[in-house]
């Protein structure tokens, strides 16, 4: 019986049951997904967490909000991509260590390329990421390959620069700055801003009469909006985009390549994508 489940809080409006529940029954593998709500301060059961994977009592873990940078201090290792980006979504004991990985990277690429038909290529112009959290992260990091200016963009400027600081290392061929979410955006020149990534929770259910883009200020020309938010299927930004015109998406995409590969990581199979979407669609 294989047990896996999601650290973080809150959890109860997560899809990731339904994506893994559906995985491991394409597999014809007897197992369950389940959640586990760590209220934040609760470090015993945070820790009495972490040891049932190192039993072998859980498989694996999914992490999520707030515990994606809070938990890799627990940790015994870190993948090179979950170490380069400072951030964990995806637990597994190996060869008796607790190792971190980061699987938003790869899943984020991945259903970016497929969405945009791969119009980004190596130092394409300018990418503008809302929030500097453990997603923003993420995506950061996939970015830094296409991107010769990427602007980064957080109602707290010092975490935005703290973000940017810890990717001084990505190279003299990507400009990376931040800015304060209201205010610096709107000083900001946006005409070469070709792609918008979200990754604040601005939008999401249920307070979805909200947008993280600043009512005053127009998008820029042409730009494809990418959301990071899947609950609702449509955000406020990005029925904003697409009522301009602008190619646009929410995460779902996101979230179905980040959980299959985090259970190649621990099963070490690769799961039908079709079978993880049509979990969902009575969502």
Same mark, same amino acid.
């Given at each position: *019986?294989?047990?896996?489940?999601?650290?973080?809080?809150?959890?109860?409006? &997560? $899809?990731?049951?339904?994506?893994?529940?559906?995985? !491991?029954?394409? *597999?014809?593998?007897?197992?369950?997904? &389940?959640?586990?709500? #760590?209220?934040?301060?609760?470090?015993?059961?945070?820790?009495?967490?972490?040891? %049932? +994977?190192? #039993?072998?009592?859980?498989?694996g $873990?999914?992490?999520? =909000?707030?515990?994606?940078?809070? #938990?890799?201090?627990? !940790?015994?290792?870190?993948?090179?991509?979950? %170490?380069? =980006?400072?951030?964990?979504?995806?637990?597994?004991?190996?060869?008796?260590? $607790?190792? @971190?990985?980061?699987?938003?990277?790869?899943?984020?690429?991945m259903?970016? %390329?497929?969405?945009? @038909?791969?119009?980004?290529?190596?130092? /394409?112009?300018?990418?503008?990421?809302?929030g500097?959290?453990?997603?923003?992260?993420?995506?950061?990091? &996939?970015?830094?390959d296409?991107?010769?200016? =990427?602007?980064?963009a957080?109602? %707290?400027?010092?975490?935005?620069?703290?973000?940017?600081?810890?990717?001084?290392n990505?190279?003299?061929?990507?400009?990376?700055?931040?800015?304060? *979410?209201?205010?610096?955006?709107?000083?900001?020149?946006?005409?070469? =801003?070709? $792609?918008?990534?979200?990754?604040?929770?601005?939008?999401?259910?249920?307070?979805?009469?909200? &947008?993280?883009?600043?009512?005053?200020?127009?998008?820029?020309? /042409?730009?494809?909006?990418?959301? !990071?938010?899947?609950?609702?299927?449509?955000?406020?930004? +990005?029925?904003?985009?697409?009522?301009? @015109?602008?190619?646009?998406?929410?995460?779902? @995409? *996101?979230?179905?390549?980040?959980?299959?590969?985090?259970?190649?990581?621990?099963?070490?199979?690769?799961?039908?994508?079709?079978?993880?979407?049509?979990?969902?669609?009575?969502?």
């Open positions: *019986m294989i047990h896996l489940g999601l650290l973080g809080w809150p959890v109860s409006h &997560s $899809l990731s049951p339904k994506l893994h529940n559906a995985a !491991l029954k394409a *597999m014809g593998l007897e197992g369950e997904y &389940s959640l586990y709500p #760590v209220e934040p301060g609760n470090d015993l059961l945070l820790e009495n967490l972490l040891s %049932k +994977v190192r #039993v072998g009592e859980l498989r $873990l999914n992490v999520t =909000i707030p515990y994606k940078q809070a #938990v890799i201090p627990l !940790l015994d290792r870190l993948s090179l991509s979950a %170490k380069s =980006i400072g951030a964990v979504n995806t637990i597994f004991l190996e060869n008796g260590l $607790l190792v @971190g990985h980061n699987t938003d990277a790869p899943g984020f690429r259903d970016l %390329k497929k969405f945009s @038909g791969n119009a980004f290529t190596r130092r /394409s112009g300018g990418a503008l990421i809302l500097a959290g453990g997603s923003a992260r993420a995506v950061l990091y &996939s970015l830094t296409s991107f010769k200016n =990427i602007v980064v957080a109602r %707290k400027l010092d975490q935005a620069q703290n973000l940017i600081d810890s990717f001084r990505a190279g003299d061929e990507v400009f990376i700055e931040a800015v304060e *979410m209201t205010s610096g955006l709107s000083r900001l020149n946006l005409d070469g =801003i070709d $792609l918008i990534v979200n990754t604040t929770p601005v939008g999401m259910h249920p307070n979805v009469e909200f &947008s993280p883009w600043p009512v005053d200020l127009e998008l820029p020309h /042409s730009c494809v909006v990418y959301d !990071l938010i899947y609950n609702p299927r449509e955000t406020l930004l +990005v029925r904003r985009a697409r009522e301009m @015109g602008f190619l646009a998406t929410t995460g779902l @995409g *996101m979230l179905v390549e980040q959980a299959a590969l985090g259970f190649e990581i621990w099963t070490g199979l690769t799961p039908p994508r079709e079978a993880m979407f049509s979990s969902l669609e009575e969502e």
